[in-house]
T-cell receptor
Framework: NAGVTQTPKFRVLKTGQSMTLLCAQD?????MYWYRQDPGMGLRLIHY???????AKGEVPDGYNVSRLKKQNFLLGLESAAPSQTSVYFC?????????????FGQGTRLTVV | AQSVAQPEDQVNVAEGNPLTVKCTYS??????LFWYVQYPNRGLQFLLK??????LVKGSYGFEAEFNKSQTSFHLKKPSALVSDSALYFC????????????FGDGTTLTVKP
């Protein structure tokens, strides 16, 4: 069972460079989320999607863009990376948006911007 | 606003002793509460959830959580800790409004010593 798969697992970028993080889930989940995890700050929601072709802003969306062209994929883009975007990024999915539905997480992408 | 708080950054216990990881919540309406565990260099894994009903919720790996409405708490417990339980634990509340967004606590690092 693959579940939620993120690529790449590690990346080092120079300030100003761009990159795309890919999240793929094979559970036919409707909802997908991108979080960033920083020490002592828990997880903060960047963007999310409630279905194919839809995206919405989360708590910390600035500097990021997303796309959900296919139900199983959710892409997170950084157009011009900044050192403040150094973080661990997690993708998650859930079957629906119900309050009693747990989320499934990928293994994370550790991004360093120098 | 809905929120959760984990008052302890670190919890240390000896193997074989009971463990408790604390979580308090603030929500309007019915709370939907979750515990997740994160092992080193891994994504978050779902442990258990409270929806309604029994105040003692049983989950994976022998963990359980006690919901206390009067104290607005949802503490994670295990009768006998294992060294392999050492990890980062997150409490989360899921909104009962659109998109099923979750708010996570800042996390508690559990260390179980042999």
């Amino acid at each position: 069972n693959a579940g939620v798969t993120q690529t790449p697992k590690f990346r080092v970028l120079k300030t100003g460079q761009s990159m795309t993080l890919l999240c793929a889930q094979d559970m036919n989940h409707e909802y997908m989320y991108w979080y960033r995890q920083d020490p002592g700050m828990g997880l903060r929601l960047i963007h999310y999607s409630v279905g194919e072709g839809t995206t919405a802003k989360g708590e910390v969306p600035d500097g990021y863009n997303v796309s959900r062209l296919k139900k199983q994929n959710f892409l997170l883009g950084l157009e011009s990376a900044a050192p403040s975007q150094t973080s661990v990024y997690f993708c998650a999915s859930s079957y629906n948006g119900g309050p009693n539905t747990e989320a499934f997480f990928g293994q994370g992408t550790r991004l360093t911007v120098v | 606003a809905q929120s959760v708080a984990q008052p302890e950054d670190q919890v240390n216990v000896a193997e074989g002793n009971p463990l408790t990881v604390k979580c308090t919540y603030s929500v309007s309406g019915n709370p939907y509460l979750f515990w997740y565990v994160q092992y080193p260099n891994r994504g978050l894994q779902f442990l258990l959830k409270y929806i309604t009903g029994d105040n003692l919720v049983k989950g994976s790996y022998g963990f359980e959580a006690e919901f206390n409405k009067s104290q607005t708490s949802f503490h994670l417990k295990k009768p006998s800790a294992l060294v392999s339980d050492s990890a980062l634990y997150f409490c989360a509340v899921r909104f009962n409004t659109n998109a099923g967004k979750s708010t996570f606590g800042d996390g508690t690092t559990l260390t179980v010593k042999p």
